[in-house]
């Protein structure tokens, strides 16, 4: 972590000058994640090699830079959950699915149970383990997995977006803390719908491979306001993407987002899986890097955004 309020000196209009800093914030990725340590709570993603990384960025104005391992495939995770919720906004409106989840960050792991238990009967927010799975059984109930799995591949510009049966399978097996979320739920009668449907889904949408390339062009179109840049066609209502927004940067990186909020400050979400989606002003970030840190999110990643976040000036509140 470093953190400085000189403004640096870049000539940002010239071309050169953004491959490096990009290239430096790939180097600083890749260094990073040697001291990160890949997810091994579900036994598929364990078999994530920590030294991958890759950076992908696409902005507004057509650019696209990559480096390293972006084109290479691994599970959304947590990342669906703002696929999620933009399903849920856009199909059932923000009434109706803020009525059954709340708006707070919990400070909470991303799989806790605690508040659930004793604070709230709802969840905290969509971006944790418990918000997400409520979201998904008010989902259950107008969308089937085929068409979230549609509505995630307009998301991310990315129509080879399939279903990862062996991490899939994986999470079924040993997601024994997500299931004890829903019966939770379901115990409280706050729950939407059926658990065990509910929770197929919930880990479905976990399991899609996507790469870094998806994650920079999901991270442009929520910069571009929910409209595909290339087509023009909106997929969702704007105002929405501002929820959306919002609630990536206070939740987005479970309980490190407050100081991810400072030393980055992007609206950005994570996965264990390793990637990092970021929707700053004017372009989209994709990060791969399975080495976690200890609160779950990409070690390497966090390092390339930090760079790319100060020597671009992305910070929302710069
Ligand atoms: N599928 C994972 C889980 O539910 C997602 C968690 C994550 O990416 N933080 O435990």
């Known amino acids: 972590m470093y953190f400085t309020y000189e403004q640096p000196k870049i000539d940002l209009s010239d071309e050169k000058e953004r491959k490096r800093i990009v290239d430096e914030a790939?180097?600083?990725?890749?260094?990073?994640?040697?001291s990160g340590?890949?997810?091994?709570?579900?036994?598929?993603?364990?078999?994530?090699?920590?030294?991958?990384?890759?950076?992908?960025?696409?902005?507004?104005?057509?650019?696209?830079?990559?480096?390293?391992?972006?084109?290479?495939?691994?599970?959304?995770?947590?990342?669906?959950?703002?696929?999620?919720?933009?399903?849920s906004l856009k199909y059932l409106g923000f009434r109706e699915t803020f009525s059954h989840v709340m708006l707070e960050p919990s400070g909470d792991a991303f799989n806790s149970i605690l508040k659930l238990d004793t604070v709230s009967d709802l969840p905290f927010n969509p971006m944790i383990n418990a918000g997400a799975i409520q979201v998904m059984s008010m989902l259950t109930n107008v969308l089937s997995f085929d068409e979230l799995l549609s509505f995630a591949k307009a998301f991310c510009m990315d129509d080879g977006i399939y279903l990862n049966e062996e991490v899939y399978n994986s999470e079924s097996l040993t997601g024994d803390r997500n299931r004890a979320i829903v019966y939770l739920l379901k115990?409280?009668?706050?729950?939407?719908?059926?658990?065990?449907?509910?929770?197929?889904?919930?880990?479905?949408?976990?399991?899609?491979?996507?790469n870094a390339e998806s994650l920079a062009n999901l991270g442009l179109i929520l910069t571009n306001r929910g409209q595909n840049p290339l087509t023009g066609k909106h997929l969702i209502h704007p105002g929405y993407i501002r929820t959306i927004r919002s609630l990536m940067f206070t939740c987005g990186m479970y309980d490190e987002s407050g100081e991810y909020g400072v030393l980055v400050g992007i609206p950005s979400k994570s996965g264990v899986g390793g990637g990092i989606v970021a929707s700053a002003a004017e372009m989209g970030v994709g990060t791969f890097g399975p080495a976690l840190n200890k609160k779950g999110n990409s070690i390497g990643g966090i390092a390339a955004l930090e760079h790319l976040s100060h020597l671009m000036r992305l910070n929302m509140f710069s």
């Open 187 to 210: 115990s409280k009668g706050v729950l939407q719908g059926e658990p065990e449907k509910t929770l197929d889904m919930y880990f479905k949408m976990c399991s899609l491979n996507v």
């Open 37 to 87: 340590k890949v997810a091994d709570y579900i036994p598929e993603l364990a078999k994530a090699n920590p030294d991958d990384f890759g950076i992908c960025i696409k902005t507004r104005a057509g650019e696209t830079i990559a480096i390293g391992e972006t084109q290479k495939r691994f599970s959304i995770q947590s990342i669906s959950k703002v696929i999620n919720l933009a399903a």
């Open 26 to 34: 790939y180097a600083n990725g890749v260094e990073a994640a040697k």
